[in-house]
Every structure is written in structure tokens, then in C-alpha cells.
């Protein structure tokens, strides 16, 4: 059936909820967050009125990268308990109509999976091709790329003499799509956690599956490496593979399938995500989020500006318009805070400015994805030692950086504080009581102190909280095709201040804008003929203006 420019599908008018498992709750007071842990919270979640819940990786792994890692794909991580507790977690969910997406993790596996264990025993072992392995050069590694997570991309293993390629840390071996077994294998198991009843698949880094043979070195940036993104990112055969799993697979279920795809453009992604729905069901894109990028990537405490947020968002809404479908998402378990990054965390904004963030994503074109703790408006940890961090990446990145003298201990620690991963990683603020009520031990990562005034109990007391905004978001995207299906239009193009757009469908118009500052700023489109309010997060409105970081929408 079509509606307006796009044809009906549940999984476009489905609001996604992510957990991070580690750090959802603790039911056995190891600090460790657990599968029983989120099962006990599924009432919660179905209150707020999510339809799918995406759960970080559960599988079995040695967590040199908290999951990312895995060890074995048909088993459940010790910490987060056992297969029997994983279907009972299935089956209630259903029964609380959510849906379950597991996390795809197979761009690389852990150097501890049978396959890899096997692989670097000898030149000859018949899993050697299921990873990417070259002889030096020189006596060196085979090119120059460095990995994510700090130092070489190639990890020189003596047994055979020859460097395996590992994108992300050395426990992360790629695995080599090129191997038709490697992808025997990754559709088989697929199949198998299909048969089990999931509904869907978020695939970690899977633009990356494909790489340019060639191995050329890569720009260098930071003085250091150089970059592997030109030959690795939407490589030369990843289409091809992901129309193949999904005839083999993702075809003979009824799912929702998103991408994870770094360095995707436009026109890349019109292909992941095609209309004829031949790969994926949606990509998420990383330009907003990556909208400050300095030397040396991602590290920077530099406020994002609207002039600079607007153009990207603006330009995935306009262009994928009837031709592939957008994710939406400020958040995840790789991002800061949103309501400390884009908004305001101040006593006196933070609530106000957490809400015109999610008006702003939520009345937009495309599937919402909310990190656990943003329908709270949980905020960034501000760590002040680096004893705190647990991520990988925030840890070796500030080595690489702080021990080669690039940049200084403090502005490295304040770079962490504003852009670290672990400030979405701490623990799901429950309640008052002790350790947020996250763990009845000791949490794996401290939580954020500001527990006692920002925890769900608090949020469900108060009719005016975070949450129920969230939920009346979710709601008007439940009950008005127009939120799902309206075709985007930007308005206030040139504004420094105001974030504004319509929907239309048939004869309706949604309009909506969001003051990204905390003064007052002139606005005069709900003066007249606007139609009547749906939504907004302040009570009262003054004429010809937007309070601080006030949000309204309206629908004539
Ligand atoms: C993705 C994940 C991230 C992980 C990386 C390697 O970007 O979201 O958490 O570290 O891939 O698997
Ligand atoms: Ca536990």
C-alpha cells in the first residue's frame, strides 16, 4: 500500500529503543548489567511505547571491546547469563509487543573464535582464508593504516610470519568476505538466530566488509597513521554481499535490518537501502555526529553549531526523499550524551533542551532510534581521571595522542569528557537509592553521580519529565501517518538559532521548530494559519517568539 511517496512497512513507522546490556541492569549483583535484568524492565519500556528494543552484542566474548568481540556467535556471554535466559527474554518481550533486533557483529570476530584460533596455526590450515592475512614489506607492515582504536591497522603474527588486518583492535581480527565459507557461515548462523525468533539485525560496521585488494596506504592526518576509510568503507564487492544475504537470508524473514555504515554518502546509501529493498532496510549515516572533526577525527570539545547540523540533516531528509528511508538517532552506545553535546545539561536547561532535541529528531522523516537513558535526559559523566574510562578507544586514544606529545594531558582529558564513549556507557539511572539502583555491587563503571535528581522513579512521578515527552512523541507517531510518511521541507534556511522544517501529506502540513539556544529568539511561523498544537515543552508561549530552547509543533 502507498502512502504519499513511500509504500507501507511496520518497521517505518517503528520507534526503536537501544540497550546497551552491560549497563541496563544488574539482577545478580555482579555490577554487570544481564539478560534477567532487562527482562525485569520490560514493563517499563513497553510504557514508554517503544516497538523494538536493539540489544548490543550478547554473544560470547573475552569483551576487549565490551561484545564488539565475539567469540561464539551461538552462545550467550556468561555475564549476561544463559540461552534459557535469552528465550525467556524473547518471549516476554513479545509478550509486551517488542520486538527484539540482535546485534550483527561480522565485519570481525575475537582472535579467541574457533575460526581464528584455527587460522593462525599455519599457512595451511583450512580456516586461514577466513581472515585477511599479508607478508610483510620491508620487513614491515603491509601498508600504513592505522586501526580505530590506536597504533597499526596489522598485527604481526610469528607462527607464520605475516600480518592479519585488524580495523578495530588486535582482538578484532577482519574476517575475509572474500572466503565464499566465511559467508556460508555468517548466513547460516544468521539463520539460526532467525529460527529462534528474533526480528531483525543492527550490523556493526558493515559497510567495511569489503576491501580494495590493492591494500594502498591511506591519507595521513593526525601524523601518525594512515587512513584505511578510502579502501575500506563501501568497498567493491559489499553490495554484492549483501544481495546475496539477503536472498539467502534476510528475504525468507519479515525483519528490520540497519546498517551501521561509516563513510556512507548519498548515493551509497540510496543502494544500502534501496527502494526495491534488495540489501537493507535503512542505513545509519554518521555526518551529523561527526559534523566537528579535527587533525585528529573525533577528538575535539568544540560545541556543534546549528549552521553546521543543519545542512547534513536537512540534506538526508531531501534526498533520500521516496528513494531509500532514513534512521534518525542522536544517541548510542559510540556518542555522548546528546542533551550535554547539542543541548544544554545545566540545571536550569537541561530537561527543556532534552526535549526540543527529541522534537526536533522525532518529527522527522525516518525511523527513531532512542539510546537507553535519553528519554530521561541522562547526561555525559565528565570523568575527571583517566582511571575511570573503561573504553577501549577513549583509553588508547589518549596514549596515542598524550604519550607522542600531539596534544596536552588536560585537553585530552577535557576531549574525553565531552566526546568519550563512556559517557553513554554508565550505568541506566534507575532510582535514588545506591549505585542508581543499576547493581546491588559494584558497577563496572561508576555511575554519574547525578543519579539522585535524573533516574527513572523521579521521571515517572513527575507528569512534566523527559519521559513523558518521549512518550507523547512516540504516540503522535503512532496515531498521524503524517509523522511516518509527510515528505520534508526545510524552512528557515539561514537561521543561526532556529531549526525549522514542515511535513506535508495530502492535505495536511506538521510544522515545526526548535530554538537551539538559550535566549529567546524572534519567530513568527506560528502566528498565523499554522493549524493547531500538537506538542511542545513549554506550557505557556509568547507571541512572536521561542523562549529558550522552547520547540513547537503544529499541525493545519
Ligand atoms: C561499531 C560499534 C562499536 C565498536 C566497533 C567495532 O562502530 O558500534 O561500539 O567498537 O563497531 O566493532
Ligand atoms: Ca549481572
Same mark, same amino acid.
Given at each position: 500500500?502507498?502512502?504519499?511517496?513511500?509504500?507501507?512497512?511496520?518497521w517505518?513507522?517503528?520507534?526503536?529503543?537501544?540497550?546497551?546490556?552491560?549497563?541496563?541492569?544488574?539482577?545478580?549483583?555482579?555490577?554487570?548489567?544481564?539478560?534477567?535484568?532487562?527482562?525485569?524492565?520490560?514493563?517499563?519500556?513497553?510504557?514508554?511505547?517503544?516497538?523494538?528494543?536493539?540489544?548490543?552484542?550478547?554473544? %560470547?566474548?573475552?569483551n576487549?571491546?565490551?561484545?564488539y568481540?565475539i567469540?561464539?556467535?551461538?552462545?550467550? !556471554?556468561?555475564?549476561f547469563?544463559?540461552?534459557?535466559?535469552?528465550?525467556?527474554?524473547?518471549?516476554?518481550?513479545?509478550?509486551?509487543?517488542?520486538?527484539?533486533?540482535?546485534d550483527?557483529?561480522?565485519?570481525?570476530?575475537?582472535?579467541?573464535? +574457533?575460526?581464528?584460533?584455527?587460522?593462525r596455526?599455519?599457512?595451511?590450515?583450512?580456516?586461514?582464508?577466513?581472515?585477511?592475512?599479508?607478508?610483510?614489506?620491508?620487513?614491515?607492515?603491509?601498508?600504513?593504516?592505522?586501526?580505530?582504536?590506536g597504533?597499526?591497522?596489522?598485527? $604481526?603474527?610469528?607462527?607464520?610470519?605475516? $600480518?592479519?588486518?585488524?580495523?578495530?583492535?588486535?582482538?578484532?581480527?577482519?574476517?575475509?568476505?572474500?572466503?565464499?565459507?566465511?559467508r556460508?557461515?555468517?548466513?547460516?548462523m544468521?539463520?539460526?538466530?532467525?529460527?529462534?525468533?528474533?526480528?531483525?539485525?543492527?550490523?556493526?560496521?558493515?559497510?567495511?566488509?569489503?576491501?580494495?585488494? +590493492?591494500?594502498?596506504?591511506?591519507?595521513?592526518?593526525?601524523g601518525?597513521?594512515?587512513?584505511f576509510?578510502?579502501?575500506?568503507?563501501?568497498?567493491?564487492?559489499?553490495?554484492?554481499?549483501?544481495?546475496?544475504?539477503?536472498r539467502?537470508?534476510?528475504?525468507?524473514?519479515?525483519?528490520?535490518? #540497519?546498517?551501521?555504515?561509516?563513510? #556512507?554518502t548519498?548515493?551509497?546509501?540510496?543502494?544500502?537501502?534501496?527502494?526495491?529493498?534488495?540489501?537493507?532496510?535503512?542505513?545509519?549515516?554518521?555526518?551529523?555526529?561527526?559534523?566537528?572533526?579535527?587533525?585528529?577525527?573525533?577528538?575535539?570539545?568544540?560545541?556543534?553549531?546549528?549552521? +553546521?547540523?543543519?545542512?547534513?540533516?536537512?540534506?538526508?531528509?531531501?534526498?533520500?526523499?521516496? &528513494?531509500?528511508?532514513?534512521?534518525?538517532?542522536?544517541?548510542?552506545?559510540?556518542?555522548?550524551?546528546?542533551?550535554?553535546?547539542?543541548?544544554?545539561?545545566? =540545571?536550569?536547561?537541561?530537561?527543556?533542551?532534552? &526535549?526540543?532535541?527529541?522534537?526536533?529528531?522525532? !518529527?522527522?522523516?525516518?525511523?527513531?532510534?532512542?539510546?537507553q537513558?535519553?528519554?530521561?535526559?541522562?547526561?555525559?559523566?565528565?570523568?575527571d581521571?583517566?582511571?575511570?574510562?573503561?573504553?577501549?578507544?577513549?583509553?588508547?586514544? $589518549?596514549?596515542? $595522542?598524550?604519550?607522542?606529545?600531539?596534544?596536552s594531558?588536560? &585537553?585530552?582529558?577535557?576531549?574525553?569528557?565531552?566526546?568519550?564513549?563512556?559517557?553513554?556507557?554508565?550505568?541506566?539511572?534507575?532510582?535514588?537509592k545506591?549505585n542508581?539502583?543499576?547493581?546491588t555491587? /559494584?558497577?563496572?563503571? &561508576? #555511575?554519574?553521580?547525578?543519579?539522585?535528581?535524573?533516574?527513572?522513579?523521579?521521571?515517572?512521578?513527575?507528569?512534566?519529565s523527559?519521559?513523558?515527552?518521549?512518550?507523547?512523541?512516540?504516540?503522535?507517531?503512532?496515531?498521524?501517518?503524517?509523522? #511516518?510518511?509527510?515528505?520534508?521541507?526545510?524552512?528557515?534556511?539561514?537561521?543561526?538559532?532556529?531549526?525549522?522544517?514542515?511535513? /506535508?501529506? =495530502?492535505? %495536511?502540513?506538521?510544522?515545526?521548530?526548535?530554538n537551539?539556544?538559550?535566549?529567546?529568539?524572534?519567530? =513568527?511561523?506560528?502566528?498565523?494559519?499554522?493549524?493547531?498544537?500538537?506538542?511542545?515543552?513549554?506550557?505557556?508561549?509568547?507571541?512572536?517568539?521561542?523562549?529558550?530552547?522552547?520547540?513547537?509543533?503544529?499541525?493545519?
Open positions: 500500500m502507498k502512502i504519499g511517496n513511500e509504500t507501507k512497512a511496520w517505518k513507522e517503528a520507534v526503536i529503543y537501544q540497550i546497551y546490556p552491560r549497563s541496563f541492569a544488574d539482577s545478580n549483583g555482579d555490577g554487570i548489567g544481564d539478560l534477567n535484568g532487562i527482562t525485569e524492565h520490560l514493563p517499563y519500556l513497553e510504557k514508554l511505547g517503544v516497538d523494538v528494543l536493539w540489544l548490543s552484542p550478547i554473544y %560470547q566474548s573475552p576487549d571491546d565490551n561484545g568481540d567469540s561464539d556467535y551461538r552462545n550467550i !556471554m556468561t555475564e547469563g544463559t540461552m534459557e535466559d535469552f528465550d525467556r527474554m524473547l518471549a516476554e518481550a513479545h509478550k509486551h509487543h517488542l520486538k527484539i533486533v540482535m550483527l557483529v561480522v565485519n570481525h570476530s575475537s582472535d579467541e573464535h +574457533a575460526w581464528f584460533i584455527e587460522s596455526k599455519s599457512k595451511d590450515n583450512p580456516y586461514r582464508d577466513y581472515y585477511i592475512w599479508k607478508d610483510p614489506v620491508n620487513g614491515k607492515e603491509p601498508n600504513n593504516w592505522g586501526s580505530c582504536f597504533g597499526s591497522a596489522w598485527e $604481526y603474527d610469528e607462527a607464520t610470519n605475516m $600480518y592479519y588486518l585488524h580495523c578495530f583492535s588486535k582482538k578484532q581480527p577482519d574476517l575475509n568476505w572474500e572466503n565464499p565459507k566465511v556460508d557461515a555468517v548466513f547460516d544468521m539463520t539460526w538466530w532467525c529460527d529462534k525468533g528474533i526480528d531483525g539485525f543492527r550490523m556493526d560496521v558493515i559497510s567495511m566488509i569489503s576491501k580494495d585488494p +590493492a591494500y594502498p596506504d591511506g591519507p595521513v592526518t593526525d601518525l597513521y594512515g587512513s576509510s578510502p579502501y575500506v568503507c563501501n568497498g567493491p564487492h559489499v553490495h554484492e554481499y549483501l544481495q546475496e544475504m539477503n539467502r537470508v534476510l528475504s525468507k524473514y519479515d525483519l528490520l535490518t #540497519v546498517g551501521e555504515a561509516g563513510g #556512507v548519498i548515493e551509497e546509501a540510496k543502494k544500502y537501502a534501496n527502494k526495491e529493498q534488495t540489501e537493507l532496510n535503512m542505513v545509519f549515516q554518521f555526518e551529523h555526529v561527526d559534523c566537528v572533526q579535527g587533525p585528529i577525527g573525533k577528538w575535539s570539545d568544540e560545541k556543534p553549531k546549528l549552521s +553546521a547540523l543543519r545542512p547534513i540533516l536537512n540534506k538526508w531528509q531531501y534526498e533520500l526523499e521516496g &528513494k531509500a528511508w532514513n534512521s534518525l538517532y542522536w544517541d548510542n552506545h559510540d556518542q555522548p550524551r546528546v542533551v550535554s553535546r547539542f543541548g544544554n545539561d545545566s =540545571d536550569q536547561f537541561r530537561v527543556v533542551s532534552a &526535549k526540543m532535541l527529541a522534537t526536533c529528531l522525532h !518529527m522527522m522523516k525516518g525511523t527513531p532510534y532512542i539510546y537513558g535519553e528519554e530521561i535526559g541522562m547526561t555525559n559523566v565528565y570523568f581521571r583517566l582511571e575511570d574510562y573503561r573504553d577501549i578507544e577513549s583509553i588508547n586514544a $589518549y596514549h596515542q $595522542y598524550v604519550d607522542s606529545g600531539i596534544v594531558p588536560e &585537553k585530552m582529558m577535557s576531549y574525553l569528557k565531552f566526546i568519550s564513549r563512556d559517557n553513554a556507557r554508565t550505568p541506566m539511572q534507575w532510582n535514588d545506591e542508581a539502583g543499576f547493581t555491587g /559494584t558497577p563496572w563503571i &561508576k #555511575v554519574n553521580p547525578n543519579y539522585t535528581t535524573i533516574n527513572t522513579e523521579a521521571a515517572l512521578a513527575d507528569p512534566d523527559v519521559f513523558y515527552y518521549y512518550q507523547k512523541l512516540i504516540q503522535l507517531r503512532h496515531t498521524l501517518p503524517i509523522v #511516518v510518511y509527510g515528505t520534508f521541507h526545510g524552512l528557515l534556511e539561514d537561521s543561526e538559532t532556529i531549526y525549522a522544517y514542515t511535513r /506535508t501529506l =495530502d492535505d %495536511q502540513t506538521l510544522t515545526i521548530a526548535c537551539f539556544t538559550d535566549t529567546e529568539q524572534p519567530c =513568527d511561523l506560528f502566528e498565523h494559519g499554522a493549524g493547531k498544537e500538537l506538542i511542545s515543552n513549554y506550557a505557556e508561549h509568547k507571541a512572536g517568539v521561542l523562549q529558550p530552547y522552547e520547540a513547537r509543533v503544529f499541525l493545519g
